[in-house]
């Protein structure tokens, strides 16, 4: 009895065989169409225009087609090199999105743990509709509120420094106020929707857990330490990342629209995407258009991979691929 005991414990379980494609489209087919929306969204919108690519390299017109007109190599990116301005442009633009980027997921954990810890519920859904309702308001009527409230003749500001006995102030002429000003406007118009991503993860959170801190009596801070932020770090890392992918891809409605053409202020609020559009609107050139993108497109990759690489030697887990 004892060997064959013996034997069958030593036995070796045969793996099950593995399933093919198709077996698993079979067996998993109510998730895959599911799916189906995300996937077919995806396909037409970020694989089928692959091709448009060739636009960059090619001085393209309507009659010729995208394939059809005259290749001309590198020339359409010369066009931003040429210019002595790349440097400034790019660096502008990465700036202003690692302040959007840091500074905005800052300010949406913070408001997203504040809403938790908030006890009235009235109170809670009152604040989070009016921080969200930012969020839908139209860049060009963001433009007018920033105007009026800074235009140095009426704006709402100048007016309560004359009432003050002070002197007015011209903000559309002082270049170096105008990166606070635009972060502000932007945490302002976004931080309420940002938040709501945390807040979700907050709620996906064991409460038991939460409650055997309190019995064990932490205090406040302490849950939020130890139980709330180590819960929110893989969200706060994925976000990041994404964020990362379009660093170089300026909010050209903000800037635009309370910016505008006045050039006293392109030295610190000039993006490449605010340069290209007056430099290309003239002539319509969509290769150099074109060329501005594939380029933005390059950097955003290798910064993602770059930061992906160093959070995978960090924390694997929360790596995205």
């Given at each position: 009895?004892?060997?064959?005991?013996?034997?069958?414990?030593?036995?070796?379980?045969?793996?099950?065989?593995?399933?093919?494609?198709?077996?698993?489209?079979?067996?998993?087919?109510?998730?895959?169409?599911?799916?189906?929306?995300?996937?077919?969204?995806?396909?037409?919108?970020?694989?089928?225009?692959?091709?448009?690519?060739?636009?960059?390299?090619?001085?393209?017109?309507?009659?010729?087609?995208?394939?059809?007109?005259?290749?001309?190599?590198?020339?359409?990116?010369?066009?931003?090199?040429?210019?002595?301005?790349?440097?400034?442009?790019?660096?502008?633009?990465?700036?202003?999105?690692?302040?959007?980027?840091?500074?905005?997921?800052?300010?949406?954990?913070?408001?997203?743990?504040?809403?938790?810890?908030?006890?009235?519920?009235?109170?809670?859904?009152?604040?989070?509709?009016?921080?969200?309702?930012?969020?839908?308001?139209?860049?060009?009527?963001?433009?007018?509120?920033?105007?009026?409230?800074?235009?140095?003749?009426?704006?709402?500001?100048?007016?309560?420094?004359?009432?003050?006995g002070l002197e007015r102030w011209q903000p559309y002429a002082d270049p170096k106020v105008w990166p606070a000003i635009l972060i502000v406007v932007y945490l302002w118009q976004q931080?309420?929707?940002?938040?709501?991503?945390?807040?979700?993860?907050?709620?996906?959170?064991?409460?038991?857990?939460?409650?055997?801190?309190?019995?064990?009596?932490?205090?406040?801070?302490?849950?939020?330490?130890?139980?709330?932020?180590?819960?929110?770090?893989?969200?706060?890392?994925?976000?990041?990342?994404?964020?990362?992918?379009?660093?170089?891809?300026?909010?050209?409605?903000?800037?635009?629209?309370?910016?505008?053409?006045?050039?006293?202020?392109?030295?610190?609020?000039?993006?490449?995407?605010?340069?290209?559009?007056?430099?290309?609107?003239?002539?319509?050139?969509?290769?150099?258009?074109?060329?501005?993108?594939?380029?933005?497109?390059?950097?955003?990759?290798?910064?993602?991979?770059?930061?992906?690489?160093?959070?995978?030697?960090?924390?694997?887990?929360?790596?995205?691929?």
């Amino acid at each position: 009895m004892k060997k064959g005991k013996s034997k069958a414990a030593t036995a070796v379980v045969a793996a099950p065989p593995k399933r093919g494609f198709i077996a698993n489209v079979v067996r998993y087919r109510v998730l895959l169409l599911m799916c189906l929306p995300a996937i077919l969204f995806f396909f037409f919108i970020s694989y089928v225009p692959l091709p448009g690519i060739w636009i960059a390299f090619v001085d393209y017109n309507v009659r010729d087609g995208i394939f059809g007109s005259e290749f001309v190599g590198m020339r359409n990116f010369e066009f931003l090199a040429s210019s002595g301005k790349l440097w400034s442009l790019t660096k502008n633009t990465i700036l202003y999105n690692l302040a959007f980027i840091l500074l905005g997921n800052f300010l949406a954990v913070f408001i997203a743990i504040l809403l938790n810890e908030m006890q009235s519920r009235l109170f809670k859904k009152v604040s989070q509709t009016l921080m969200f309702l930012p969020y839908f308001i139209s860049q060009v009527l963001v433009g007018i509120l920033v105007y009026n409230m800074l235009n140095y003749d009426t704006g709402f500001v100048n007016g309560i420094l004359e009432n003050m006995g002070l002197e007015r102030w011209q903000p559309y002429a002082d270049p170096k106020v105008w990166p606070a000003i635009l972060i502000v406007v932007y945490l302002w118009q976004q931080t309420g929707y940002n938040s709501v991503v945390y807040f979700a993860s907050i709620m996906g959170i064991d409460m038991e857990m939460i409650e055997a801190a309190k019995v064990d009596g932490a205090n406040g801070f302490q849950r939020i330490r130890y139980i709330l932020l180590p819960s929110l770090k893989p969200t706060i890392i994925i976000l990041l990342l994404f964020a990362l992918g379009g660093i170089v891809k300026g909010n050209f409605g903000l800037f635009y629209n309370i910016i505008g053409t006045n050039t006293l202020l392109y030295n610190t609020t000039d993006i490449i995407e605010t340069y290209v559009y007056r430099a290309t609107m003239a002539e319509f050139n969509f290769s150099t258009a074109s060329a501005v993108g594939f380029y933005q497109s390059i950097i955003g990759f290798v910064i993602v991979m770059v930061v992906n690489f160093i959070v995978k030697k960090i924390e694997p887990d929360y790596s995205l691929f």
